[in-house]
């Protein structure tokens, strides 16, 4: 992906006079002006008929793709809807993992955004299935960072080994003994497989050549200071955002065969 640095300076422009008015202005723990901004960049140069967002948490991204595409089909899909403070009416709202995604869409005009935490290539062989070539993955973790399978470790072939603390071990097995104690008393109950392997997120990244050869095009977002030519510009986004400019997982897209 090319990008003309004359051109690119305009879209950051009209990028800052959006985002001042975004709905969280302390989105802790989601997206920030990075992401944002190349989140922005790539819908207005996408321009996708529809759009499903995996991964929704407050909605700072909901709200960003409502107002880049106003007329495209938003679906948002969290398992945890309740964190929500941005609502749209307009936005069609599914509480279900994407794997399990049976929407009406044209996947040649769809684009898939990942917020999710969940293995990146798990992710692109499901959007093979659907014939969605357009990925976005908004956290694309380098190798020793993060908590799941990202797609820097599954190129490099590295494992991914979730190392988490003793309380994160000790929240895994009472979700899985709620699972089985509900199973011995409930005859009828089926056992949530989703919610247990959301836990395991260990992954084996040594034979994945074959599958990753779908891959057409891959390009990782880079900073938007370092795309501002402009010094004045530059340092008004230090000063207006000094607590959001140095968050920055890689934002990557990358487009199928």
């Known amino acids: 992906m090319k990008i003309n640095n004359k051109k690119i300076l305009i879209d950051i422009k009209n990028f800052l006079t959006i985002y001042k008015n975004r709905p969280l202005k302390n989105n802790k723990d989601g997206m920030k002006i990075n992401h944002m901004f190349a989140f922005y960049y790539l819908l207005k140069k996408?321009?996708?008929?529809?759009?499903?967002?995996?991964?929704?948490?407050?909605?700072?991204?909901?709200?960003?793709?409502?107002?880049?595409?106003?007329?495209?089909?938003?679906?948002?899909?969290?398992?945890?809807?309740?964190?929500r403070t941005y609502i749209s009416k307009k936005i069609k709202y599914l509480d279900y993992d994407f794997k399990y995604f049976n929407e009406k869409i044209e996947?040649?005009?769809?684009?898939?955004?990942?917020?999710?935490?969940?293995?990146?290539?798990?992710?692109?062989?499901?959007?093979?299935?659907?014939?969605?070539k357009d990925i976005i993955f908004e956290d694309n973790y380098e190798i020793?960072?993060?908590?799941?399978?990202?797609?820097?470790?599954?190129?490099?072939?590295?494992?991914?080994?979730?190392?988490?603390?003793?309380?994160?071990h000790l929240k895994t097995l009472v979700i899985f003994t709620i699972e089985i104690i509900k199973k011995i008393f409930l005859s009828s109950y089926i056992i949530k497989l989703d919610k247990i392997n959301f836990r395991l997120r260990d992954r084996i990244n040594k034979k994945n050549n074959l599958f990753l050869k779908n891959i057409k095009q891959i390009y990782v977002f880079p900073k938007i200071l370092s795309l501002i030519?402009?010094?004045?510009?530059?340092?008004?986004?230090?000063?207006?955002?000094?607590?959001?400019?140095?968050?920055y997982n890689s934002l990557t897209y990358i487009k199928l065969k």
């Open 46 to 83: 996408i321009k996708p008929k529809y759009i499903i967002e995996s991964g929704v948490f407050k909605g700072q991204g909901t709200w960003l793709i409502e107002t880049v595409l106003p007329n495209s089909k938003v679906f948002s899909i969290d398992l945890d809807l309740t964190q």
């Open 107 to 132: 996947p040649n005009k769809t684009l898939a955004f990942f917020d999710d935490h969940t293995d990146h290539l798990e992710r692109i062989k499901q959007c093979k299935y659907l014939n969605i």
């Open 144 to 168: 020793g960072k993060g908590d799941f399978n990202s797609l820097k470790l599954i190129l490099k072939q590295k494992n991914f080994n979730h190392k988490i603390s003793f309380l994160s």
């Open 229 to 247: 030519t402009d010094k004045r510009i530059k340092d008004k986004v230090i000063k207006d955002y000094p607590n959001e400019i140095n968050s």
